[in-house]
């Protein structure tokens, strides 16, 4: 590449500082995949001979399983996967090698081999994200009739189901893979053929390039084609909110597993210990993950910043965009794993979640609407049920073992039947528009996702009832 223009080799600091060979080799089986495309493209052209589009698809095949097979020597003097592949055929097959580069440039050889990364990736992670559902919902099914307190501000509210709770995890991943399919979608568009970026004086098929490598569309704006990474920022957005609704997935479970909650136990073989405290089971796995969500962000941010001003089509700045999406990637994949693996091993106690929704106080709103169905305004119920609440608190008593004839006195409203009111399975089973925790929706929501998860399948072993 520096044959002609210069006269001196790059200086070796110079070298070492702009290679990215040590990281962007993983898109090889990517790179090879365009080269064969583009070498049969130039061969319908005419510019290359069918036998010598022959010799590159099988140098390039026999490079990609000396890779695989780990024989292939990587050398950073070359500086990325395009050149260091393309080297290697020349000098596997010789002069037909040489015109594997004609009308292309690696600012859309590049584009190309990541947003084929991208697209596989997206499929990759969408289906641990079905994994991770799975383990939520046979969870679900599991431990469908638990009775926990809901919490906001995590101060108690109101009753649900701890299936309502695995169900809402369940819909939230749900969005992550709604989005991941829509990424997609911009992700699909075939940039080769852009050149550096204003095409090229031989003309290639781009259509047929774009079906032999399965893009569902090509690049309309050569200039545009070889500066976009909107694919790369949206799909690192992707991956941050799914590192969001894991940390925030782990926050309750650090919570719950506490002594103050008792309301799940880790597997030991996901805690970890302590090198001082003889006593300690810690929730590594799930620490660990809200962490890493910060390098999400983090990798995120880093894209956003690198593309912000810079001119339009290539500049070498977006060399930088590697780095974050490789490792957005592998950490979202690792998270994913341990999850789905760490799930079915977790210890409800079903006892500590019982209990702690047998305080009265989480069924004060169903009094206020008790008072609702026998006439008064929502506000003056409110009001009513925050006084009784209050008294409660200053006698010392559970909100239902208040004396009958202070709720008297506050509301004649308050009958006999009132003492419905604090059973939480009752209250639970009024819950019953769309969305609201009654059983009997839970048990539909199973139902639904079980149909979405494993297209209808019945259910494993696992999943059965304990
Ligand atoms: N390694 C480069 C990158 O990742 C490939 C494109 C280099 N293009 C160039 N004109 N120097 O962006």
Redesign the pocket.
């Known amino acids: 590449m520096r044959k002609g223009r210069f006269n001196k080799p790059m200086a070796e600091v110079a070298q070492h500082y702009s290679a ?1 060979v040590s990281f ?1 080799w993983r898109l090889y089986p990517h790179d090879i995949a365009g080269s064969i495309a583009h070498a049969t493209a130039l061969a319908t052209a005419g510019v290359i001979s069918a036998d010598e589009r022959n010799k590159i698809d099988n140098g390039l095949r026999a490079i990609q399983s000396d890779i695989e097979n780990g024989k292939f020597q990587w050398d950073e003097s070359l ?2 996967v ?1 050149m260091n592949i393309e080297a290697a055929l020349t000098k596997r097959i010789g002069a037909a090698g040489g015109k594997l580069h004609t009308a292309r ?3 859309d ?2 584009a190309l081999d990541l947003r084929l990364y991208v697209k596989a990736e997206i499929m990759e992670i969408c289906a641990r994200l079905r994994s991770l559902q799975t383990a939520l919902l046979n969870l679900a099914e599991q431990h469908v009739d638990v009775v926990m307190p809901g919490y906001t501000h995590l101060q108690r509210a109101q009753p649900i189901f701890f299936s309502h709770y695995l169900l809402a995890q369940i819909e939230a991943f749900e969005r992550d893979v709604e989005r991941l399919r829509d990424c997609r979608i911009r992700t699909d568009v075939l940039p080769l053929g852009a050149g ?1 970026l204003a095409g090229s004086t031989i003309v290639l098929d781009r259509q047929s390039i774009a079906r032999q490598l399965g893009f569902s569309r090509v690049s309309q704006n050569s200039l545009d084609a070889v500066g976009d990474r909107d694919f790369a920022c949206e799909f690192l957005f992707c991956l941050a909110i799914v590192g969001m609704h894991l940390s925030r997935l782990s926050e309750d479970l650090i919570t719950w597993s506490t002594s103050e909650f008792g309301f799940i136990e880790f597997s030991d073989a996901f805690s970890g210990g302590s090198s001082l405290m003889p006593q300690k089971k810690n929730p590594d796995m799930a620490e660990l993950t809200r962490g890493k969500t910060g390098r999400l962000y983090g990798n995120l941010m880093s894209i956003l910043t690198t593309l912000k001003a810079l001119r339009s089509s ?1 500049n ?1 700045d ?2 930088e ?2 780095e974050a999406l490789l490792d957005s990637v592998d950490t979202v994949r690792a998270a994913l794993e341990v999850f789905s693996a760490m799930l079915p091993e977790i210890k409800i106690h079903r006892d500590r979640m019982e209990a702690a929704a047998g305080d009265p106080n989480l069924l004060a709103t169903d009094l206020a609407e008790y008072l609702v169905k026998k006439g008064a305004p929502f506000r003056e119920a409110h009001e009513i049920v925050g006084k009784l609440v209050s008294h409660a608190a200053e006698a010392n008593l559970p909100l239902n073992q208040v004396p009958r004839q202070e709720f008297k006195k506050l509301s004649p409203l308050f009958d006999a039947d009132v003492a419905n009111v604090f059973d939480v399975r009752r209250s639970l089973a009024s819950r019953c528009a769309i969305g609201a925790p009654s059983s009997e929706n839970v048990e539909a929501q199973i139902e639904h996702w079980r149909g979405q998860l494993m297209g209808g399948r019945p259910r494993s072993p696992s999943a059965s009832k304990n």
């Open positions: 990215s962007d500086e990325d395009h440039s690696r600012n050889q590049v550096a290539y070498r977006m060399q965009d590697k």
